[in-house]
């Protein structure tokens, strides 16, 4: 009896969980392998000012107005340098709708300018270490997995994350209720 008494307290915590989770967040958070800690969807983006793989620096307030995808990438990292030529079209096929592709990597900043320029990315690349990391941590990567997405609308609110390479079919229909 007491186990049944346990259970539904514990069912009735998940409900309100859900139920509370649905007020606020009007978008689901996509399919993911986010801990418990990293959830950061329906929050005010935080500032971040790293270094271009083009000299100077950057900061997150540079794209104030912007629909924003933030990639958080590393040359070495397999599913990153698949999913990047992808980026690369969504960068320029809804760029004119206010679409800003930033690749945030994790590495050595004349790695990622090579690796820029053999791929043709066009697209703003901000490169560092521990400073990255911080970032990445900031935008809900707890675990420190690459490939990790965050898309921040307009508003500089943070609309959804995902960890790991986002299939392109998954990434229209994430992509699509922001443009």
């Known amino acids: 009896m007491r186990w049944l008494g346990i259970g539904l307290i514990a069912l009735a915590a998940a409900l309100a969980g859900f139920y509370l989770s649905s007020m606020y967040f009007n978008e689901p958070l996509p399919a993911s392998r986010l801990s418990a800690g990293g959830v950061r969807v329906g929050i005010e983006r935080p500032d971040f000012r790293l270094g271009s793989s083009t000299g100077g620096f950057v900061s997150a307030s540079d ?3 912007d629909l924003l995808l933030l990639n958080f990438w590393a040359t070495w990292c397999e ?3 698949r ?4 980026l690369m079209e969504f960068h320029e096929q809804y760029a ?3 679409l800003k592709v930033v690749g945030i990597a994790l590495d050595d900043v004349q ?3 090579n690796f820029a320029n053999e791929y043709g990315i066009g697209y703003t690349i901000l490169v560092g270490g521990a400073d990255v990391m911080q970032t990445s941590h900031a935008y809900g990567n707890v675990d420190g997995v690459l490939p990790y997405s965050v898309l921040v609308d307009r508003r500089g609110i943070i609309r959804w994350q995902y960890v790991g390479e986002i299939p392109r079919a998954e990434f229209i229909t994430l992509l699509g209720a922001y443009l």
């Open 111 to 113: 790695k990622a300018r």
């Open 79 to 81: 599913p990153c340098r």
């Open 83 to 86: 999913e990047m030529p992808m």
């Open 63 to 65: 794209f104030d107005g």
């Open 96 to 98: 004119a709708q206010g």
